[in-house]
């Protein structure tokens, strides 16, 4: 029995005149999609080399992006940096200061009874020491 295989003329073998005619298109147009731009200059150029001249381009200008991008996180970064050393520094005098802030607010609650008692002898003072508008009233002075 023959390998069919082996026939240098395959046009008796549909199946396989049929594949050969689709490997044939499929190179052509394969050929016609690389080879289809036309420079300034009249000269052939190729859709692959005009791709690949995109995506040089496309590179540099991400390149250039960012390197534009570190250089402005560099200034931030130092912006940054200030700001986190002025919140350190702040941090520091408000913990050095807590211990005072602590006695303020215990002398005020200490006090607070002084106080209350002493509103309340000033509203349960006999009426001539009450503020009242004649009271209150301003009298010039040269």
Known sequence: ?????NHADVSGHPTYASAVSQL????????NAV????????????????????????LVKLNN?????????????????????????????????SAKLRDGAGQLNAAAPTLASGVKQLYDAPSSLKLTPANCAMVPTN
């Open 1 to 5: 029995m023959d390998n069919e295989l």
């Open 24 to 31: 044939k298109d499929g190179l052509n147009k394969l050929n």
């Open 35 to 58: 080879n289809v731009g036309v420079a300034a200059d009249g000269s052939t150029t190729t859709s692959l080399t005009a791709g690949v001249t995109q995506l040089r381009d496309g």
């Open 65 to 97: 992006a960012v390197n534009v991008g570190v250089d402005e996180q560099g200034h931030q970064t130092t912006s940054l940096a200030s700001a986190v050393t002025q919140l350190y520094d702040g941090t520091q005098q408000l913990h050095a200061n």
